[in-house]
């Protein structure tokens, strides 16, 4: 998802733009939003790899994948479409889903509101969706046991900074039970805070492509 911040706007009309109407100072949230647009910035710049290095890195977070979720029939994973530098992890889906497990992708079916997962498989008719991202077009909806998001950056305490939009915070808020959630990125992507937010949803583990592995 791409960027649409919502820690700007002025102060009388500030309260409906925040998250699932969390009402924060807004000057405390006018701060955090531009210091996450810098970080993300540079971040996404960081991720520009040399191909060589990011086929390297893109094989280590596939190995570890395969370490730390058991793909089998009956489960279902939500995954990710690659955008703006984003790992590839389309091999690992095209194996979750020949080990018999349910692969899914997001689909945003309205501005601001929650996702929806839809069922994804390889070679299967995609679209473009908002923002031009592909979505699968026959996939039925589903609701995913495991929800693989993937990181701009992300804090020691497992907050992710995504990209700007909130759809993942929103989605995930509203899962009961909350599904297991891993944050998946590139080294060198792990921050300090990111200073979270009332409507901030941590990951349950992260896996960064050097090897690091956290959970809460």
């Known amino acids: 998802m791409v960027d649409d911040e919502t820690g700007g706007g002025a102060a009388p009309c500030f309260a409906h733009l925040l998250v699932d109407g969390h009402n924060v100072d807004p000057g405390t949230a006018r701060d955090v939003a531009r210091f996450r647009r810098a970080e993300r910035a540079r971040l996404v710049a960081a991720r520009a790899l040399a191909s060589q290095d990011r086929e390297k890195a893109t094989h280590a977070l596939i190995e570890g994948l395969g370490q730390i979720i058991a793909s089998r029939a009956g489960m279902s994973i939500a995954a990710y479409w690659p955008i ?106 792990l921050l300090p805070t990111i200073y979270p937010m009332p409507w901030d949803v941590p990951m349950s583990e992260v896996l960064l492509s050097d090897g690091t592995y956290l959970e809460r």
């Not at 070679?123 to 909806?141: F, H, K, T």
């Not at 497992?158 to 509203?174: E, H, I, Q």
């Not at 909350?178 to 060198?188: Q, S």
Request: glycine residues 12%.
């Open 84 to 189: 703006r530098g984003e790992p590839d992890l389309r091999p690992w889906m095209s194996t979750a889903h020949a080990a018999g497990a349910r692969v899914l992708l997001p689909v945003v079916v309205e501005k601001l509101a929650p996702l929806n997962f839809h069922a994804w498989w390889p070679d299967c008719r995609m679209s473009c969706g908002v923002w031009n991202i592909p979505v699968p077009i026959e996939g039925e909806a589903g609701v995913p046991d495991v929800v693989i998001a993937p990181l701009v950056g992300v804090d020691k305490a497992l907050y992710r900074l995504g990209n700007g939009g909130g759809y993942y915070d929103r989605t995930l808020a509203r899962m009961d039970p909350r599904p297991r959630i891993i944050g998946v990125g590139f080294a060198g992507c």
